[in-house]
Structure formats: C-alpha cells, structure tokens
C-alpha cells in the first residue's frame, strides 16, 4: 500500500504506543497506508516536514516541552503561522501533557503501572529508585516517569506495556484524537 499519511512522532517510544493502541482498536495502520516515523526528537521536525512530500497527509505527536519545536517547524513548512494548540490538533498535530509516559501513567493510575512493572520482574528496581535520596518522597508518578526513561530501552519497552493495560475508554487524550485524525 502506499503511503497516504505520515505521523511523526519524537521518539521510538512514542511509535510503538501509536502502534499499540491502533492494533488494540483493530486497525492495520501500514495497510490504512499511515506510517509512524519517529524522527528523533522535536528538533528535528522543521528538517522532517521540509524532506516530505506535500501530497502525503500529516499528523504527530509532542511533548509539551517540545510544542514550540513543532509549531516552528509547522509555521516554517507553510502549514500554518501564529499557531495555537487548536490550531496545530486542527492539522493533526497533538500535545501531551509533560510526555506520552505522563499522560499513560495518569490514565492507568500508578498502582496498575506498578503492577505492570512486577509483572516485568522489574518491582525491586522501582523501589531502589524510590529509595534514592533524589526521589525519595517525590509523588508516584514522578518516580514511575523517572524510572521508565532509566535502563536500556526501557521507555520503549513500557510504552508497548502501558498502552496493552489502558482501558479503551481512558486513552490518553492526545493519543485518542491522533488515531481518531489518522
């Protein structure tokens, strides 16, 4: 099939969850003709959307901290100027609330992210981490964001993991529209 849309994302972790929560709901994005390119981070999306093709459709997702990252990139590509957040989602372009892991952690709740950290044998590690002078007493979810971005290919491990447990009627905002635009 070729390729009708492109989602680009910051990072792998990022791919693999909009690649999770789709297979969930039953959709073959490849064969849709939808690609989710993670682009190795925002800066690198002004350089993405001038390197693209214009009669592909868009659509992506970003950190809140890298929203001006994106806006810029969409400003400068000619897809839009002055942009504010309803104007990037009107062009399929979505922000998460701190990151993807944020918006995940708060949807399950940390004790169902903490399960699935035990189910990964990986509970004692946690709790080390919770141990630590750094991030003893700081809130649960602080902590779970922390020790996921921690390890080798750990976030993208746990991106995969966290959207297999959400609830289909707690997908994270962002993430809901940006399959529901693609």
Partial sequence: ME????VLVEGVSDQRAVEALARRRGRDLAAEGVSVVAIGGAQAI????????????????CDVGEEQHFRRGLERSGLGSDLDRAEMERLGFFVCEADLEDE?????????????????????SFRTLQKQAA??????????????GSGARRKIRYAELLVDELDPDRVPRPLDLLLAYV
């Fill in 104 to 124: 995940l952690i708060r949807s399950l709740g940390t004790d169902a992210v903490e399960r699935v950290v035990e189910a990964q044998g990986e509970l004692s």
């Fill in 135 to 148: 991030w003893h007493g700081r809130p649960t979810d602080a902590q779970l964001r922390r020790f996921m």
């Fill in 46 to 61: 002004g350089g993405r959307l001038a390197a693209l093709a214009r009669d592909v459709r868009l659509a992506g997702l």
């Fill in 3 to 6: 390729i009708e849309t492109i």
